[in-house]
């Protein structure tokens, strides 16, 4: 039931501000890419319950997408080696812009737009170079590329926002793996591999580089997030013999040693060398960390470390903060609200689910 | 790193899933739905070899008490004994095994950074009178624990006969003991509740097509296993052959498990094939021809795998364990409602 004080707040809104928002939208809480099975592909948005609050077809299979601060506009990236983003206004699905990388680079499947929304970067390959840049758009011009920058290591994956007391940075989750589109996914440079997560102010200033101990060259460092204090929290994916064992997922607080979880717990075996996504709990004391391979989200202290659960969840890959815990999606279709030591099917689409659940903030 | 690993954590998190597990067990009578695959396949092959797991360990637990010499045969018989009954059941990675980390304990394995040989030697220097105890071993590294561990004490010269003498002894008769306990426990678990949580699909599993997808999960994780690890691990690369990296070959099991993994997978998939006679005739096929090669390798150690000429043999094996897999994915998952996993299969 409309409320007289909500009706005549809906109409000062949108009175004073006919500008298009996500409110339009009912407000997501997450963005999302899925294949329809008629073998179609969308993005979608989903409520903090895993409801569907709006779909519009994707031309190709997507990664992640970027979700503008106030406008209902959401940048899908193609899945890497991606030649385009489409730029959406996700109220009607209309296409508002292409992005191309320039000639020589192509896109990884992650960025994000400044809080005030002005810019959005995005991570890429300079594949002549083998070397990592972040694009940078101008938003304002129809999302004009006004340059880029070294994203401080090779094959930039993930990337998020941080605060940090000499402003905000780009945290870079460089995964170290060199790869060229001639030759597809193939990884050209795995005895090399220094995979590394780089700090970056906006204007590309290398500000810190985290790198793990050489035994752990290998360990791609591919997904970021970040608690409400600042704490990275870093997703790896290992390239080297299977059956080793060894730390997927870590911390890191700028200025301190990285503090690698659950190393030693034979329970990381069952993630079979593959982190997907990570989250932190809203109360920062957890971070919960996805493996489709084994079909598992394992649940760490953030004080301790230690494995504190293990949710099975077959083909589970996205995972975000939610308000009572994580939410999950799989490529079967489910979302599910993993709470303390419960997990709980919240909806169940008609749809596989793509890598990632994206929140909008 | 090697620092005390905290098991006591993990036991008091775990122990509400069990004191949940066993409510659910009591609040449903099993509603008696026939699920005819499912009966057939925890009656004649899960419980029986859980059952002959347990029981062959209680064998080893008991003659390590009396027989120390590790060259004695009825101590080796026992050990081969209890180690093929593990093999057997080395897929079913879920439930019982799973709870406060049973299976990691009884087989840590692969070890590639060596955990295992470090942790038993530390415990030969440290001589502690606690790690003789059923409970001072259960909170001891894994790495030192379970049946790849022993296979050091038995088989390995520099433990059969490690000083002190009157110390290794009592520590292979506690960590076989440890063996019995935890596979009696897990024997427990699937007699007492697990099987019949599979039966009835009213609590943990929510109807019968989980329970169906579960023991799915569980032949590609025995075929993975077999393929990636018990062969890929040794395979190696040609120009780097790792054959010290194979499974048990101190004891000279590593083909012997290969078998003993296809011979348990097979009737696995045969009953998940539901009747289906025709995909039944394929499958057997399909296991047929790794079975046999597997068994005339006449190579227990896999050393043939920096053999040129014995390689091609294994690389052979390993693709008709690879096709087995195919086969499985294509045929026999759509029937169970399992696709290929759509982020599983991709990664980025």
């Known amino acids: 039931m409309t409320s007289r004080r909500g009706f005549l707040a809906g109409l000062l809104a949108s009175s004073l501000a006919p500008t298009p928002s996500w409110a339009d939208l009912g407000r997501p809480a997450f963005l999302t890419a899925a294949k329809d099975p008629d073998g179609s592909y969308l993005l979608a948005g989903l409520s903090e319950a895993g409801a569907i609050q709006f779909t519009c077809p994707l031309p190709g299979r997507g990664h992640a997408a970027a979700a503008h601060p106030t406008r209902p506009e959401a940048v899908a990236f193609a899945r890497r080696p991606g030649r385009f983003a489409d730029v959406i206004d996700c109220r009607n699905g209309t296409p508002l812009a292409r992005l191309e990388p320039p000639q020589g680079h192509h896109f990884y499947g992650h960025g994000l737009f400044t809080p005030d929304g002005s810019r959005l970067f995005t991570t890429e390959n300079d594949y002549e170079n083998g070397r990592g840049r972040i694009g940078i758009w101008e938003v304002a011009r129809g999302y004009r590329r006004i340059g880029s920058f070294d994203s401080g290591g090779v094959g930039p994956h993930d990337m998020l926002l941080r605060q940090s007391q000499s402003g905000p940075q780009l945290a870079i989750a460089n995964g170290g793996i060199e790869t060229h589109p001639d030759s597809g996914r193939a990884k050209l440079n795995l005895p090399q591999m220094r995979p590394n997560l780089s700090l970056l102010s906006l204007d590309g200033q290398v500000q810190e580089v985290m790198e793990l101990a050489p035994e752990l060259h290998l360990n791609s460092i591919r997904h970021l997030a970040i608690s409400s204090q600042g704490i990275l929290g870093f997703a790896m994916q290992w390239q080297g013999d299977p059956g080793a064992d060894l730390p997927l997922l870590g911390l890191y607080e700028p200025g301190t040693p990285p503090d690698l979880l659950a190393e030693g717990d034979p329970r990381l075996r069952n993630m079979r060398g593959y982190g997907g996504s990570v989250a932190f709990s809203p109360d920062d004391l957890t971070i919960g960390v996805t493996s489709p391979r084994g079909g598992v989200v394992q649940v760490m202290e953030t004080r301790s470390g230690h494995i504190i659960k293990e949710h099975a969840l077959r083909d589970v890959c996205g995972l975000a903060t939610a308000r009572s815990g994580f939410i999950a999606s799989t490529g079967l279709g489910a979302i599910a609200a993993l709470t303390g030591h419960t997990a709980k099917q919240l909806r169940h689409h008609d749809l596989a689910w793509d890598n990632h659940l994206v929140p909008l903030t | 790193m090697t620092g005390p690993p905290s098991y006591v954590f993990w036991k008091a998190s775990d122990l509400k899933h069990i ?79 799973e709870t406060n980390n049973r299976a990691f304990a009884l087989a840590f394995w692969p070890d590639s950074r060596g955990k295992t040989p470090k942790t038993l030697a530390k415990h030969l220097r440290s001589a502690d009178p606690a790690l003789l105890t059923p409970e001072g071993i259960a909170q001891s590294s894994i790495a030192g624990r379970g049946f790849y561990a022993l296979e050091f004490m038995y088989f390995d010269q520099n433990f059969t006969s490690a000083k002190p003498h009157e110390y290794r002894c009592a520590l292979t008769a506690a960590m076989a003991q440890d063996i019995a306990v935890n596979t009696a426990a897990i024997h427990r678990d699937w007699q007492d509740s697990y099987a019949d949580q599979m039966r009835s699909a009213s609590g943990r599993y929510q109807d019968e097509t989980e329970v169906k997808q579960e023991l799915y999960k569980s032949l590609n994780t025995g075929l993975q296993l077999l393929a990636d690890m018990r062969l890929g691990r040794p395979l190696g690369s040609f120009d780097k052959p790792r054959p010290k990296r194979a499974e048990a070959w101190r004891s000279g099991r590593s083909q012997h498990h290969i078998v003993l993994a296809l011979q348990s997978l097979q009737p696995l998939a045969i009953a998940l094939a539901d009747g289906d006679q025709d995909l039944i005739a394929r499958l057997e096929t399909a296991f047929q021809k790794p079975i046999l090669r597997a068994l005339r390798l006449d190579d227990p150690r896999l050393a043939g795998v920096a053999d040129p000429a014995n390689r091609f043999r294994l690389e052979a094996l390993q693709q008709e364990v690879n096709d087995l897999r195919a086969l499985i994915e294509s045929d026999l998952g759509p029937s169970l409602g399992v696709l290929a996993g759509f982020n599983s299969l991709d990664g980025d």
């Open chain 2, 19 to 97: 004191i949940f597990a066993l409510a659910i067990g009591a609040a449903f009578t099993p509603s008696l739905v026939r699920a005819d695959i499912v009966d057939e396949i925890l009656d004649d092959q899960v419980l029986p070899a859980m059952q002959a797991l347990a029981e062959s360990s209680e064998d080893l637990a008991q003659i390590a008490q009396t027989i120390c010499r590790p060259g004695a045969s009825p101590l080796r018989d026992a050990y081969h004994q209890a180690f093929d009954a593990w093999v057997r059941v080395s897929h079913l990675r879920f439930g019982p095994t």
